[in-house]
């Protein structure tokens, strides 16, 4: 399974910015899909994450300013951005939980991209 992800860069704090990640190469059906993010010196956390069934699970620091978009015919997901502060800093990473034929979930990352906002 591959992911790709793209929309990193470089914001003002108060601007918005939008993140979309594509998944390929799956056999069987993709479960979860969202994005976790990684500042410099912390462990990667939960940003947002969308399940099959349109259930939504944020962070609380997010909830009102990001928010998850999903379309499962393109295997995409989109995390935008709004009212991006300086500790949105970090590495962003597109995640996705597949099935495989055993019945296993498995989870995958993308190659990371960075989100860096400016005071």
């Known amino acids: 399974v591959q992911l790709q992800a793209s929309g990193g860069g470089t914001v003002q704090a108060g601007g918005s910015l939008r993140l979309s990640c594509t998944a390929s190469g799956h056999e069987f059906r993709i479960d979860r899909m969202g994005w976790y993010r990684q500042a410099p010196g912390k462990q990667r956390e939960l940003v947002a994450t969308m399940g099959n069934d349109g259930s939504t699970t944020y962070k609380d620091a997010v909830k009102g300013r990001f928010t998850i978009h999903r379309d499962n015919a393109k295997n995409m997901i989109v995390l935008q951005m709004h009212s991006v502060q300086p500790e949105d800093t970090g590495v962003y990473y597109c995640?996705?939980?597949?099935?495989?034929?055993?019945?296993?979930?498995?989870?995958?990352w993308g190659q990371g991209t960075k989100v860096t906002v400016s005071s």
């Open positions: 995640y996705t939980g597949v099935w495989d034929r055993s019945g296993t979930l498995r989870n995958y």
